[in-house]
């Protein structure tokens, strides 16, 4: 029984959490929308710093109609936001927050993430082909054939860091690199350009946000969803973008490591900082073509990827 009351009680914690990060997220979003395109509204509506907006936004969700599109897949309609949702809350399970603030270290913790990362895909083509809409089917199949080409050098760009450390538990990741006193993105650049690269696309965020394109898709692969399913969408998109800047960090920016503050605190200011960074670039930069987003993906950053893992390893044999 203490056993189950102890995993209940991580579960809630995980789950509070994301709802919490998607809340803040959002809000930080419109904020920092607001300032870099000069939109009044961001910065003015919504009481006391514009909280008032996100909470009017989940009641707006929450109460909004739920029907089923004509001609849809149900079972696969309505399966899909939790397919999205569910892997989002499990890479929390090998996430070094600190020293002794993780779930569960697994030995091959950096597998376990890029493997239920992927299942992401499994839902958003759910989406799409059960939506029976052509703009959902159309953006599912390029978000198919972006997050294939984008997941090969996202996941060689680790290669670097596990050949550099001799292991794939991030904590022990963590740890070499203050046993080296260094941060791997020093020696590890390319790798960690790429890896942020790479997942930015992972996450259909502009400018490669082809999937969703509003001028040309409406909303992509939910288009035909609205209410609470939308919302799971929503905190699903939110959430990865945190994990995949706290996995950054475990790779790049030395964990949780830093001076004066707990470490649980300077792994989330790291978090935070690449997520404020991938904030900046949406609003920032234009969408690209379907076809300059592929070549980036196979023709540059994927053989950079492997130039950086021959390089890394040469220097290791040499060294």
């Given at each position: 029984m203490?056993?189950?009351?102890?995993?209940?009680?991580k579960?809630?914690i995980?789950?509070?959490?994301?709802g919490?990060?998607a809340?803040?997220?959002?809000?930080?979003?419109?904020?920092?929308?607001g300032y870099?395109?000069?939109r009044?509204?961001?910065l003015?509506?919504?009481?006391p710093a514009?909280?008032l907006?996100?909470?009017?936004?989940?009641l707006?969700?929450?109460?909004?109609e739920?029907?089923?599109?004509?001609?849809?897949d149900k079972w696969l309609?309505?399966?899909?936001?939790a397919?999205s949702?569910?892997?989002?809350v499990?890479?929390?399970?090998?996430?070094?927050?600190?020293?002794t603030?993780?779930?569960?270290?697994?030995?091959?913790?950096l597998?376990?993430f890029?493997?239920v990362t992927s299942?992401t895909?499994?839902?958003?083509?759910?989406?799409?082909?059960?939506?029976?809409n052509?703009?959902?089917?159309?953006?599912?199949?390029?978000a198919g054939a972006?997050l294939?080409?984008y997941?090969?050098?996202?996941?060689?760009?680790?290669?670097?860091?596990?050949?550099a450390t001799?292991?794939?538990t991030?904590?022990g990741?963590?740890?070499?690199q203050?046993?080296?006193h260094?941060?791997?993105v020093?020696p590890?650049?390319v790798g960690?350009?790429v890896?942020?690269?790479?997942?930015?696309?992972?996450?259909?965020?502009?400018?490669?946000?082809l999937?969703?394109a509003e001028?040309?898709?409406?909303?992509?692969y939910?288009?035909?969803?609205?209410?609470?399913?939308?919302?799971?969408?929503?905190?699903?998109?939110y959430?990865n973008?945190f994990?995949?800047s706290?996995?950054?960090?475990?790779?790049?920016?030395?964990g949780w490591?830093g001076?004066?503050?707990?470490?649980w605190?300077?792994?989330?200011?790291?978090?935070?900082?690449?997520?404020?960074?991938?904030?900046?670039?949406?609003?920032?930069?234009?969408?690209?073509?379907i076809?300059?987003?592929?070549d980036?993906g196979?023709k540059?950053?994927?053989p950079?990827?492997?130039?950086n893992?021959?390089?890394?390893?040469?220097?290791?044999?040499v060294r």
């Open positions: 203490n056993i189950l009351l102890y995993a209940l009680l579960a809630v995980v789950v509070a959490f994301l919490l990060n809340f803040v997220l959002i809000w930080a979003e419109r904020k920092i929308s870099i395109q000069r009044y509204g961001p003015r509506v919504g009481g514009g909280a907006q996100s909470a009017a936004d989940i707006k969700l929450l109460t909004k739920d029907f089923v599109p004509g001609g849809a309609w309505t399966l899909a936001p397919v949702l569910i892997p989002a499990l890479v929390y399970l090998v996430l070094p927050i600190g020293k603030v993780v779930l569960q270290n697994l030995n091959i913790g597998v376990f890029a493997s299942f895909l499994l839902g958003i083509f759910m989406a799409g082909w059960g939506s029976n052509k703009y959902s089917l159309v953006g599912a199949m390029r972006q294939f080409s997941e090969i050098p996202l996941i060689l760009s680790t290669i670097g860091v596990v050949i001799g292991t794939l991030l904590q990741i963590v740890e070499a203050a046993q080296h260094e941060w791997f020093f590890q650049f960690f350009v890896f942020y690269v790479a997942s930015l696309a992972e996450l259909n965020r502009t400018p490669f946000d999937a969703e001028s040309e898709l409406i909303a992509g939910f288009t035909e969803y609205s209410g609470i399913r939308w919302a799971m969408f929503a905190i699903a998109e959430s973008l994990t995949t706290a996995l950054g960090v475990t790779l790049f920016l030395g490591h001076p004066w503050l707990p470490g605190m300077w792994f989330l200011l790291k978090s935070y900082l690449l997520v404020f960074i991938g904030i900046w670039i949406r609003w920032t930069l234009p969408r690209v073509r076809d300059q987003l592929m980036l196979w540059f950053l994927f950079l990827s492997v130039a893992v021959l390089g890394t390893a040469l220097y290791l044999m």
